[in-house]
């Protein structure tokens, strides 16, 4: 039963494009809308690719519709992306319209089933989303250390690092404000002060804090290496700034796996 294998999964994967880290409600209402969606799309599409006129109606008017979802944030440009995704996968088949209706019954059951999943997996770690938004924010903020200490190497060009630097700040704050979301949405961190809740909370504070003093501090690094190239001292400030970045690099990789640092930090 291949064929039927196929469509429900269909239905899951279409679910899944739409489920990104986020607070398990918005998780949950954006597949229920996406179930409903991609169910009415399916049917509409079915009955009526079988005329050309109608086919190039619905292509016009969805692909208008739900490109304009992109408007409306991140989760509903998925939303918008997996309806057209049903489209696109649909708009050649062309069957009885009993068999439509059973496809669409598939694709449902199919995203219903993925939901589901998502929820009872939710249900089983609920602070593993964290864990692992929280984890991506560590790393970023480690690649901004080491942009910050290519600053201190000889011969070192500034107009490139200084825009690898502002593409790496907004990388960071981009991961800090998911990592908010996710963190201050969650009713189970919020209402409850459980001790991983608390120590989540704290290891992203204390991550904020580093990484504000890092962007506020600023030299006149052309200044620096025309003082100290010749002692050799800035080389040594690189190394330290590199080892601290990859210190957070463990950090966030234990974090991520739930596996404790096997040495303590140096």
Same mark, same amino acid.
């Given at each position: 039963?291949?064929q039927?294998?196929?469509?429900?999964?269909l239905?899951a994967?279409c679910a899944?494009?739409?489920?990104s880290?986020g607070?398990? !409600?918005?998780?949950?209402?954006a597949?229920?809308?996406?179930?409903?969606?991609i169910?009415?799309?399916?049917?509409?599409?079915?009955?009526t690719?079988? $005329?050309?006129?109608?086919? /190039?109606?619905?292509i016009?008017?969805?692909?208008f519709?739900f490109?304009? *979802?992109?408007?409306?944030?991140?989760? &509903?440009a998925a939303?918008?992306? @997996?309806?057209?995704?049903?489209?696109?996968?649909s708009?050649?088949?062309?069957?009885?319209?009993t068999e439509?209706?059973?496809s669409?019954?598939?694709?449902?059951?199919?995203?219903?089933?993925?939901?589901?999943?998502?929820?009872f997996?939710y249900?089983?770690?609920?602070?593993?989303?964290v864990?692992?938004?929280l984890?991506?924010s560590i790393?970023?903020?480690s690649?901004?250390?080491? &942009?910050? @200490?290519?600053?201190y190497?000889? $011969?070192? $060009?500034y107009?490139d $690092?200084? @825009?690898d630097l502002l593409?790496?700040?907004?990388?960071v704050h981009e991961k800090q404000?998911?990592v908010?979301e996710?963190? *201050?949405k969650?009713?189970?961190i919020v209402?409850e002060t459980?001790p991983? /809740?608390?120590f989540?909370?704290?290891v992203?504070?204390?991550? !904020?804090?580093?990484?504000e003093q890092?962007?506020?501090?600023?030299y006149?690094?052309?200044q620096?290496h025309?003082? *100290?190239?010749?002692?050799?001292?800035?080389?040594?400030y690189?190394?330290?700034?590199?080892?601290? @970045?990859?210190e957070l690099d463990?950090?966030a990789?234990?974090?991520?796996? /739930?596996?404790?640092?096997?040495y303590p930090?140096?």
């Amino acid at each position: 039963m291949l064929q039927y294998g196929m469509t429900l999964s269909l239905g899951a994967l279409c679910a899944s494009v739409v489920d990104s880290p986020g607070p398990i !409600v918005h998780r949950r209402n954006a597949m229920l809308i996406t179930t409903v969606l991609i169910t009415l799309i399916y049917i509409i599409v079915g009955l009526t690719n079988s $005329n050309i006129y109608f086919t /190039g109606i619905v292509i016009a008017c969805f692909s208008f519709v739900f490109s304009m *979802f992109f408007l409306y944030g991140l989760r &509903a440009a998925a939303i918008g992306t @997996a309806s057209l995704l049903i489209m696109v996968l649909s708009i050649d088949d062309i069957r009885p319209w009993t068999e439509v209706l059973f496809s669409a019954l598939l694709i449902f059951a199919g995203s219903i089933w993925y939901t589901l999943l998502s929820y009872f997996f939710y249900r089983l770690r609920p602070y593993r989303i964290v864990q692992q938004t929280l984890s991506d924010s560590i790393h970023s903020v480690s690649e901004f250390l080491r &942009a910050k @200490a290519k600053f201190y190497r000889q $011969n070192t $060009n500034y107009d490139d $690092n200084y @825009a690898d630097l502002l593409q790496l700040q907004v990388t960071v704050h981009e991961k800090q404000d998911a990592v908010r979301e996710v963190l *201050f949405k969650t009713r189970e961190i919020v209402r409850e002060t459980t001790p991983e /809740g608390r120590f989540l909370l704290l290891v992203f504070v204390d991550m !904020v804090d580093l990484f504000e003093q890092v962007m506020s501090t600023y030299y006149n690094y052309k200044q620096l290496h025309e003082q *100290f190239d010749a002692s050799g001292i800035l080389i040594h400030y690189e190394s330290v700034i590199i080892r601290i @970045a990859d210190e957070l690099d463990d950090i966030a990789f234990s974090l991520k796996t /739930g596996v404790p640092l096997a040495y303590p930090l140096r």
